[in-house]
Structures are given as C-alpha cells and as structure tokens.
C-alpha cells in the first residue's frame, strides 16, 4: 500500500499569507512548492492529497478535517517566515512535540532544506500550532526561509528555488518512509561509475535527461550547456545573482 501524505500550502484566496518587500506573497510559493513536491512524489508511488490546489480560502478547520478524512500517514505545512528586520534568514521546522515520529520527519526535512538551499539552521522547534495540534498523524510544518528577507525573497519567487525546496522535502519525505527516490528513471545510469552524482544532481534539478527518457552519461557537454548548469547553481547561492 502507498503511504499517504497530506500536504498543506499555507494560506491562500483573501489570505495572502506574509508578503515580502518586493510584493512576492508567501501564498503563491507555499502552491507552487506543493505543486513540484507532489509531482515528485507521486513519482515515487506515494498517494499525495493536498488541502488546496489553487488560490482558495480553506480555512484551518477544513484543512484538518480533510487530513483527517483522508487518513494521512503524514501531514506536511508549507509556510515562509516573516520578521520585521530584513536580515533574517533562517531555515525551521515546527513539530508540536519532541519524542514521536514527527520530529524524526522534522529533523530529515530541516536537514534536506539546509543542505539544498545553504540557508542558516533555525532548527526543530515546538509550536502549539493549529494544524500541528488537531491532525492525528504526526505533522510538521515547514518554515522555508524569510520573504521578508530581500534575498531570499527574491530567490523565493524563482522556480529553480521552488523546485529545489520541493526536492529537499521529497528526499526527506523519503527517508523518513524508507522509499527509493527515482532520481527520474534512467536505464542508462544505473551502474555507471557516476550513478551516484548524477542521481544527485537530477534530484536537485540541476540536470535533466533526453525527451526519450536516456540521460546519456558518456555524452558530451558544451560550454554553453555547462554554463547553463552553473548558473543554476550561482542562483542558489546566498546572495547569488
Ligand atoms: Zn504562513
């Protein structure tokens, strides 16, 4: 049986959630990061339902009694921060309480966060929120960085960004099940010398296959091509541009 995880994009509809200097409403980045995770997961045999698929009000209520409809194995938040000073930056993770399975699930997801995007390590941490406290299935809510940050608020309204966080969360997402990521399902990778690597950097999004489903490792790459993938590269990092 597919485990089953409820994903839940913070705010929407008349709620914009926080909204960053620049105008980039968190709303829109909790979707689109719900959007790119679930694909992925899907990808990889999990059942996926989420709370909202487009720009609607769903109130917290609803979301929970949904979850809980739907008997999720694992209930997932998507937020940014917000503060009120610029330099704020950090990546955390909310759990409701230490000692059960969410924090173990927390502590994967913050891991694959900080390592994807280089962003500082707020940590795991307690918080009695709503959808933390009133879904049965362990639940952890994910603060991806701060919009109020001009930085990181600029990368955030990237899709390179939104994909990348999307991969960290799929990586911890399965680790935290025991399931095989398809770092997509390349015949002709498994067992060459740099497996390894070039999983790595397909999960990441840095490198994609051929539209016949090869990646064809022993190809060779032009300038141009590399330049490609090191710009994606120089746009995570912080302070990138
Ligand atoms: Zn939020």
Redesign the pocket.
């Known amino acids: 049986m597919a485990v089953k995880i409820g994903l839940d994009p ?2 929407g509809g008349r709620d914009p ?2 909204v960053g200097p620049g105008g980039l409403q ?1 709303k829109e980045v ?1 979707l689109a990061v719900a959007g790119y995770l679930k694909e992925i997961l899907v990808k990889a045999g999990f059942t996926v339902v989420v709370t909202r698929s487009g720009d609607q009000d769903v109130s917290l209520a609803r979301r929970v009694e949904y979850l809980e409809a739907e008997k999720v194995e694992l209930v997932l938040s998507l ?4 503060a009120s000073t610029p330099e704020a930056n950090y990546i955390s993770s909310y759990i409701l309480a230490p000692g059960g399975r969410a924090e173990k699930a927390a502590a994967l997801l913050q891991k694959r966060l900080v390592e994807a995007t280089g962003w500082p390590d707020g940590g795991v941490r307690e918080a009695n929120f709503y959808i933390l406290r009133e879904t049965s299935a362990p639940a952890v809510l994910v ?1 991806m960085g701060f919009i109020s940050n001009p930085e990181q608020e600029k990368a955030l309204g990237q899709e390179v960004t939104q994909k990348l966080l999307a991969a960290a969360l799929a990586r911890g997402l399965a680790e935290f099940f025991g399931v095989e990521l398809d770092a997509g399902n390349f015949p002709d990778i498994k067992g060459h010398w740099a497996e390894g690597a070039i999983r790595r950097v397909i999960a990441a999004g840095l490198m994609g296959g051929y539209p016949d489903g090869t990646f064809r490792p022993d190809q060779y790459l032009k300038r141009a091509e590399l330049a490609m993938v090191l710009v994606k590269l120089l746009d995570r990092l912080p302070g990138g541009s």
């Open positions: 913070g705010h959630g926080a968190e909790t937020h940014l921060n917000s603060e």
